[in-house]
T-cell receptor, first 108, second 112 residues
Framework: KNEVEQSPQNLTAQEGEFITINCSYS?????LHWLQQHPGGGIVSLFM???GKKKHGRLIATINIQEKHSSLHITASHPRDSAVYIC??????????FGQGTRLTINP | DGGITQSPKYLFRKEGQNVTLSCEQN?????MYWYRQDPGQGLRLIYY???????QKGDIAEGYSVSREKKESFPLTVTSAQKNPTAFYLC???????????FGQGTRLTVV
């Protein structure tokens, strides 16, 4: 079992839909990253959070430390949101452990 | 603008040849990392360095080598001992423990 599990692995939705991507982890962490990877491969950090909730534009990230679970929400989804979304947790001495990613496709 | 620069974006090499991937950052970050990504798999840690002249093996270090002679630079050499070198390689840096990570654009290495 992976230390960081994401669901779903693939998600296809229509433009405008509300999107939720989930991340569960089994190890003690200091912080959790949500990352976005576009087809070219480059990765952009969306959020880093260690408690509660953060919002940036149409993106919202929440984390529940007790339940070892985080969610990434996208409101009013758009085709340009199509990408792979990756959850990563800081474990121990600066080690980042990554989930396998969720491939999101938003159709117009 | 501050950031991490990886070069080249695409790299082709013949089997048996060593190849070095470049990673440079101007963010003044202490820690730097190399990750490998294979299709359908998550990123896996190859090597990391928390300070100049020091580095540690990650989960899949066999067949790779690194150096950290300058704070800004953390090159990765894929040696001929790496049995399956074709992959996407990502470099990252962080200012300190448990802080936000910054990523390069990656190098896609194809060995033929």
């Amino acid at each position: 079992k992976n230390e960081v599990e994401q669901s779903p692995q693939n998600l296809t939705a229509q433009e405008g839909e509300f999107i939720t991507i989930n991340c569960s982890y089994s190890v003690g962490i200091s912080a959790l990253h949500w990352l976005q990877q576009h087809p070219g491969g480059g990765i952009v950090s969306l959020f880093m959070l260690s408690s509660g909730k953060k919002k940036h534009g149409r993106l919202i990230a929440t984390i529940n430390i007790q339940e070892k679970h985080s969610s990434l929400h996208i409101t009013a989804s758009h085709p340009r949101d199509s990408a792979v979304y990756i959850c990563a947790v800081f474990q121990g001495a600066q080690k980042l452990v990554f989930g396998q990613g969720t491939r999101l496709t938003i159709n117009p | 603008d501050g950031g991490i620069t990886q070069s080249p974006k695409y790299l082709f090499r013949k089997e048996g040849q060593n190849v070095t991937l470049s990673c440079e950052q101007n963010l003044n970050h202490d820690a730097m990392y190399w990750y490998r990504q294979d299709p359908g798999q998550g990123l896996r840690l190859i090597y990391y360095s928390q300070i100049v002249n020091d580095f540690q093996k990650g989960d899949i270090a066999e067949g790779y080598s690194v150096s950290r002679e300058k704070k800004e630079s953390f090159p990765l050499t894929v040696t001929s001992a790496q049995k399956n070198p074709t992959a996407f390689y990502l470099c990252a840096s962080t200012p300190g423990w448990g802080t936000e990570a910054f990523f390069g654009q990656g190098t896609r290495l194809t060995v033929v």
